[in-house]
């Protein structure tokens, strides 16, 4: 393929490329961004055939016979492919700037869109922190109830049975003073018993001896009669 064949076929593919721009302009809404890549791409490939499309629209617009290098049906040709060129240049261009734009816009809207998307999730991250820490909060707290109940328990019940420990001891104590007493009760009534046998003996002794010496005298009188 000549090189001018080359250069119509590059341009051809640079006004589709600008054709489906255009008509997507039309359709659904798509990313400038995502755009702005494709129009550089054809901006720049357009930028790169200027200089071939200058040289042929030179040669075409020569005007001496002895420097002409065309027929008249190449520089047609020429011609009608330059005049192509400049409108897809001129589209090129224009779809660039307008499309520099809207990704311009479009990425400030994306960058504002992650700082809202990072701000909510600190703010989720933050919020799911504090309730972390309020249900830890609150665990300590239960916790600490439940250690202050327990230890409340085990102090009621030390007290109990301290207060059973007393009240047994107590008991005990009064069980011994009344055994005591009761003890010292039955040795008095035996002291007192012991007392009264060792009367009631002595008085019987007494009784005794007082009859001995009665039968003495009588026996005494009974002899001296005799």
Known sequence: MTLFGKTCSSLEECEKVLQALHDADT?????????????????DTLQGLREVADKFKKNADETDPEKKTYGSGMVQKVLTFYER???????????????EKNAAVEEAALRKAEEEARALKQAEEE????????AA?????AEEQER???????EYA???????????ERKAAEEAAKAEEKRKL?????EELLVAQQLAEAKADATMRSAVQEVAIEMRAEAKEV
């Open 127 to 134: 919020q799911k922190r504090a309730q972390l820490e309020e």
């Open 27 to 43: 359709s659904p809404p798509a990313s400038a961004i995502e755009r702005l890549a494709k129009v550089r791409s054809v901006v």
């Open 148 to 154: 202050a109940r327990r230890k409340a328990e085990a």
């Open 85 to 99: 060129f400049t409108v897809a240049s001129a589209s090129a261009n224009a779809l660039l700037e307008s499309t």
């Open 158 to 168: 030390e007290a109990a049975r301290k207060r059973a420990e007393e009240e047994s």
């Open 137 to 141: 909060r609150v665990a300590r707290l």
């Open 186 to 190: 039955e040795l008095k009534e035996q």
